[in-house]
C-alpha cells in the first residue's frame, strides 16, 4: 500500500513528500496551500544532492596520525581517513577534555550560524549550544552577518528588530491605506522565500501585487532595479551604492527648512530632534545637508530629491529598508536616518505609513497571522562571558588577547583552541576568504557536523555525518506563520549519517554529562512532545490555540488560531507615548542618543550622519577598482544552501555564479554576454560569468553570494576562486566600533575578460580519502 502524502518544511518552504509504491520517498511538491512556494527546496530527495553527503566519520589525515595541532596548514589540502563511529566520537570527546582542562571553556568556539532544517528540536545551532552549555560553556558569537550593525543600533532609537520585524504593519493593511511606498534597497521577493523556522505562506507577491492594484505607488532607490516587483509601474532612483544615508539626510533636510515635518510628532514620540538639526543644517560642520550636497554623494539628481520629499509629506507614506544597506561601512547610519525621515514625516503608527525594516528579506514582515511561541530547544546556561560579535571571527583567531569595542564596551578577543561547528558554512558567509583562510591555521582541532561535503567541511579536521530533515522526525514553526508543521521521517539516513542530538548524546555519555544534556529523556520522540505541549501550553496564554501533540502528529499540520494581530506599526505608541513606553532609555524614538554620545565613538556619532566608507565610487580607492560590487542572496538558493542541487546548477554559466554587469561597463571592457570573467582586487580573485542587463547602474555589479568557495591552488596565500564566490573580494572590517557587522556591500573591484584556459570547477566534488594502513 503507498504511504499517503506527509509533510517536511525548510527555511525556504513547506514541501508534501510523495511516495512510491513501496513507501519509499520519491519527489517533492510544493506545499498545496501555499500561494506562491518556493522551488529551491524541490531537488532535496534527488540523487546529485545525495552524491556529496558526508556518509561517515572522517577525519583529517594529517590530525588522525599525529594529532591536534599537526599540520594545520594542510587543511583542505590533506585527504581524509574514514574511521568507525565509536573510534571518532572517543577522539572528539577526548579533545573536549584536553582542551578543557588544559586551556578551560573560554577556548572553545561553538561556531553555528543556523542553517539547519526549519525544525526547532533538530536546530543546530541550538543543538551545539546545548551541549557546550552542558559541558561547560563556550565562547558565542553575538548578533547576525544579515543584521550586525542594525540589531546593534535599532536598539538605542526605537526597539529591537526582532520586535520591529513582528510587528510590521500587515499587507493588506498597506493595500488599502498606504498610497505612495518608498524603498530604499527594493522588496526582493527572492529573499522572502525564506523564514526563520520556515515559511508556511509565502506574503510578498501578493502583497506587492494588491497595493499595485489599490493605485500605491512605488519608488525604488537602489542601484538594482530588479528587486521589487510589483506587476506595475515603479520609479527607479539609481542610487550609488552606501550612499542611501546622505540621500535621506537631503529629504530631511527638505521637510525642516520647507517647514513640512511634523513638529506634534516629533515633540510627543522622539526625543533629540534639536540636537540634529544643527547638523542637518550645517550649523555644525559648515555643509548644510541640501539635495545638491546629496546629489554629488548618491547621484540622483537634487531636483528629484526635493520634488520626492515634498510627495511624501503631501500624502501617506510607507518608507522601508532593505537589510543589505546596513552590510556597508557606516551600515548603522542608513538605519538610523530612515527612522529619523520617517519621524519627521510624522506618519509612524498610522495605517499604510510609518516605517519598515524592511519589507522583503523575510517572509515574516508584513504577515497578519497572530504571534505566538512555538517550540524551542533549551540551551542551558553559558558560564563562559567572552564573546564575539559574529563578523569578527577571522579577528579573533588571529588576534588573541587584542582588545575591541562593541556597543560601549571594551572586550578581549579569546585564544581559541578548538573549534565547534554545526550548521553552517564559514566559507560561504564570511568576509575575505583568503584572510579567513590564513586564520583557520590557527586553531588546534576543528570539528565539523555536516550533511554534504562544503568547502567548510573539506576544511575541518574531523567531520561527523548528520542527517538531514528528511531523516528525521520534528516540527516546523517560523514567526507569524499560521501552521505548524509534523516534519515526518521520510526515509532512513544515508551512510552512516547521525542526528545531531543522537551525536552530542554520545558525546555527552563519554564526558559524564548525559543527564544535564537529556535531562532524563529517552529519545527525540520525547523531545517533540515536550516541546510541542511546553508551546501549547504559551500559546494559549497568548490566545492561539493549538491542539494536543497527538492530534497535530496524527494529522500532519496544526493551524495557529487566535485574535488578529495589531494592525499597525507602533500604533499604540503614537496614540498614548506615555502608557506605551518604549525600552530606549528615555521611553521614545530617540533622533539623538545620549547613550551613543556617551560612547565617544570617532566612526559611530550620536544621531545619523553621512560619513564616507572606506570603499566607495567617490573615493580615492575606484580610481585602481571602479566598480562597486555588490553581494546579494541568490535566487536560487539560501546562502550557500543546496547549491549542487540542479535547481542551483541551473543557474550558474558556465559552470560559474553570473555576475550581472551594464551593457556600458561591459563594452569598454572588451566584455560580451557570457563570457568568463576575472573580478579582482587587492584582497584577491575569482572568476564568474557574465551577465548584461540594463537593470543594473553603470558602474556597479552583482554577484550573488551562495557559490561553494574553490580556490584553483589551496596552498596559496591568494589562490583564484573559481567559482564565483564573492567573498573571496569583499572587505573584512566592523562596520563601526559601535557594532563590528560585516560590511560585505563596500567592496571595489575591477573586471576584465578571462580568455585562458578556463580552471575545472571542483567545488561539488567530494574530497580525497586514504585507506589506514
Known sequence: MTRQRTLTAAHWGVYEVEYDERGGARRLQPFSKDPDPSPIGLHMLSDEVARLR???????????????????????????????WDEAL????????????????????????????????????????????????????????????ARVVMPHIVASMEELQAMHTP??????????????????????????????????????????????????VTPTADDVDTGGPVEWLA??????????????????????????????????????????????DGQPKTPAWAEGICGIPAVRIQGLAREMAATRTMVSIGWSLQR????????????????????????????????????????????????????????????????????????????????????????????????????????DLNRLRQAWRKPDTIV???????????????????????????????????????????????????DDYEIFQALARRLGVAEAHSEGRASSRQWLEHLYEE???????????????????????????????????????RADPEENRLETPSGKIEIYSETIASFDLDDCPPHAAWLEPAEWLGGRTARRHPLHMLSDQPTDKLHSQLDHSPHARSTKIKGRQPITIHPQDAAARGIADGDLLRVF??????????????????????????????????GSNLPLEKHGNPNALTLDIGASKLSQGCIAQTCLVEIERFDGPAPPVTAHQIPAFERRS
Open 54 to 84: 558526508v556518509r561517515r566519520p572522517a577525519i583529517r589525515k594529517g590530525w588522525l596520525e599525529k594529532g591536534p595541532g599537526a599540520a594545520c596548514d594542510q587543511r583542505g589540502q590533506e585527504p581524509f581517513v574514514e574511521v568507525p
Open 90 to 149: 572517543d577522539l572528539v570527546a577526548n579533545e573536549l577534555r584536553r582542551v578543557k582542562e588544559a586551556y578551560g571553556n573560554r577556548s572553545i568556539f561553538g561556531g553555528s550560524y543556523g542553517w539547519s532544517s526549519a525544525g526547532r528540536f533538530h536546530h543546530a545551532q541550538s543543538q551545539v549550544k546545548r551541549f557546550l552549555n552542558s559541558y561547560g560553556g563556550f565562547v558565542r558569537h553575538q548578533d547576525s552577518y544579515s543584521l550586525g550593525a
Open 171 to 220: 499587507w493588506d493593511v498597506l493595500a488599502e491605506h498606504c498610497k505612495l511606498f518608498v524603498t530604499f534597497g527594493g522588496v526582493p521577493r527572492k529573499n522572502a522565500q525564506i523564514n526563520a523556522g520556515g515559511a508556511t505562506l509565502h506574503h510578498v507577491k501578493r502583497g506587492l501585487y494588491a497595493m499595485r492594484d489599490k493605485g500605491v505607488r512605488f519608488v525604488n
Open 239 to 284: 542610487v550609488r551604492p552606501n550612499t542611501d544615508a546622505a540621500m535621506m539626510l537631503a529629504l530631511c533636510y527638505v521637510l525642516h527648512v520647507e517647514q513640512l515635518c511634523d513638529r506634534d510628532f516629533l515633540d510627543r514620540c522622539t526625543v533629540g530632534f534639536e540636537k540634529f538639526v544643527p547638523y542637518l543644517t550645517g550649523e555644525k
Open 328 to 431: 556597508s561601512h557606516h551600515g548603522e547610519q542608513p538605519f538610523w536616518a530612515l527612522v529619523t525621515l520617517a519621524c519627521m514625516l510624522g506618519q509612524i503608527g498610522l495605517p499604510g505609513g510609518g516605517f519598515g525594516v524592511g519589507y522583503g528579506p523575510v517572509n515574516l514582515m508584513g504577515s497578519p497571522h497572530p504571534k505566538y511561541a512555538g517550540p524551542t530547544l533549551p540551551q542551558g546556561v553559558n558560564p563562559v562571558k567572552e564573546f564575539i560579535p559574529v563578523a569578527r571571527f577571522t579577528d579573533m583567531l588571529l588576534h588573541p588577547g587584542e582588545a575591541f569595542d562593541y556597543n560601549g564596551g571594551r572586550h578581549t578577543y579569546p585564544d581559541i583552541r578548538l573549534v565547534y561547528w554545526a550548521g553552517g558554512n564559514p566559507y560561504h558567509h564570511h568576509q
Open 448 to 498: 565539523f557536523h555536516e550533511q554534504f561535503w562544503t568547502a567548510s567541511a573539506k576544511m575541518a579536521d574531523i567531520v561527523l555525518p548528520a542527517t538531514t530533515s528528511l531523516e528525521r522526525d520534528d516540527i516546523g514553526y517560523g514567526s507569524r506563520e499560521p501552521f505548524v508543521v509534523a516534519m515526518k521521517k521520510a526515509r532512513e539516513p544515508l551512510g552512516e549519517a547521525r
Open 535 to 573: 508551546s501549547r501550553e504559551r500559546s494559549a496564554k497568548a490566545g492561539v490555540a493549538l491542539p494536543p501533540f497527538t492530534q497535530f502528529w496524527r494529522d500532519g499540520l496544526a493551524e495557529a488560531k487566535g485574535e488578529p494581530r495589531e494592525p499597525v506599526m507602533l500604533a499604540a505608541f
Open 681 to 714: 582586487n587587492d584582497r584577491g580573485a575569482c572568476l564568474a560569468a557574465a551577465h548584461l542587463s540594463d537593470r543594473i547602474r553603470r558602474g556597479v555589479v552583482r554577484l550573488s553570494t551562495g557559490a561553494w568557495f574553490d580556490p584553483a591552488d589551496a
